[in-house]
């Protein structure tokens, strides 16, 4: 009945008096019915008019009620997304990681696979030229190689690299699959791939060393630095803008609202599990039980309405 959206409107007259669609106010026919007072049959005069006082008295409480519910709603609007990490279901990370561990793509160290390969190739190729006719000659030439070309590989593989090399390959292929021609690695929608890498990977360090005080500041700076991008971007080019922000994962709100990677995000969104860092003070309290009881008031209007409307109708 009673609606409390978190559409933002102005301030120059009261939310309730402008006209905008029904799903977006509270429709005074609303309000009228829950401030309704029903007089009894043969009621004098001074008991009517005590009752209409009473109810424009609480015509005006449910406004107000509302009012302030909706304003409150506005300021303090969730993030729809993890403003960090972005959204759990995005597959940028995931697939740049998938890339990272493929082998057949890549080797530690950055070594491309290909151009591994074709290095081997060449090298087998002479020995084998040099090797002439001589059959037993060859066959322990291409014996030799094999063997050579496995202990390479065991040195190369992924496993015995670290998360520096791990890290660069990443942003190798963030940068890659951003970029908008071959060898783009300024345009703003490339360094907002590769500061989503590093955040990641930060990200990674802060869950695994919640005392490590620099490293929480790198990522918080890092995630500033994404949001000037991003803010630029948007300005210069709001498509591509649009399609980055849902290509990473992320929403407008997690890029234009201000944001500090404080305790209370750590806290919010889990980062060290349920642990509390952040405890609720006494003023904190009281004023999350005026909201609590602002919206079970609001709710009692909806109810009293309903009824009054039931009365009105005959439909009890």
């Known amino acids: 009945m009673f609606k409390t959206t978190n559409r933002f409107l102005s301030f120059g007259r009261p939310l309730l008096n402008q006209t905008v669609a029904p799903s977006s106010a509270v429709p005074r026919f609303h309000v009228k019915l829950a401030a309704t007072q029903f007089t009894e049959p043969g009621a004098n005069r001074r008991r009517e008019r005590r009752l209409r006082r009473t109810e424009k008295r609480m015509k005006k409480q449910i406004i107000r009620d509302v009012n302030t ?3 409150y709603e506005v300021k303090n609007v969730p993030l729809t997304v993890d403003p960090v990490l972005g959204d759990s279901k995005c597959t940028f990370i995931p697939r740049i990681m998938e890339k990272v561990d493929n082998q057949e793509l890549t080797l530690a160290y950055g070594i491309d696979r290909a151009e591994f390969e074709k290095l081997l190739y060449a090298a087998e190729k002479i020995a084998l030229e040099n090797a002439s006719n001589n059959e037993a000659l060859r066959e322990s030439v291409i014996e030799t190689e094999e063997n050579k070309k496995r202990a390479v590989l065991t040195i190369l593989n992924l496993k015995n690299t670290n998360t520096p090399d791990r890290k660069k390959m990443a942003i190798k292929f963030a940068r890659e699959e ?10 703003p929608e490339v360094q907002a791939g590769i500061l989503t890498v590093k955040i990641h990977y930060g990200m990674q ?11 929480i500041q790198n990522v918080r700076e890092l995630v500033q630095h994404r949001q000037r991008l ?3 971007l948007k300005k210069q080019d709001p498509k591509k803008y649009y ?6 994962g992320l929403t407008d709100d997690a890029v234009v ?4 990677m404080s305790k209370q995000y750590m806290q919010d969104f889990k980062v060290w599990g349920d642990k ?3 405890r609720e003070t006494n003023s904190v309290a009281k004023k999350n039980q005026k909201i609590k009881d602002l919206k079970n008031r609001i709710a009692a209007y909806n109810d009293l309405a309903k009824r009054n409307y039931e009365i009105l109708t005959g439909n009890k």
């Open 257 to 260: 609202r201000e944001f500090n």
């Open 205 to 215: 360090q802060v869950k695994n060393m919640p005392k490590d005080k620099i490293n």
């Open 178 to 187: 951003m970029q908008r021609d071959s060898g783009d690695t300024a345009s």
């Open 243 to 248: 399609y980055t922000i849902a290509k990473l």
């Open 230 to 232: 991003l803010k630029y």
């Open 276 to 278: 509390v860092l952040v």
């Open 69 to 71: 519910l909706k304003q």
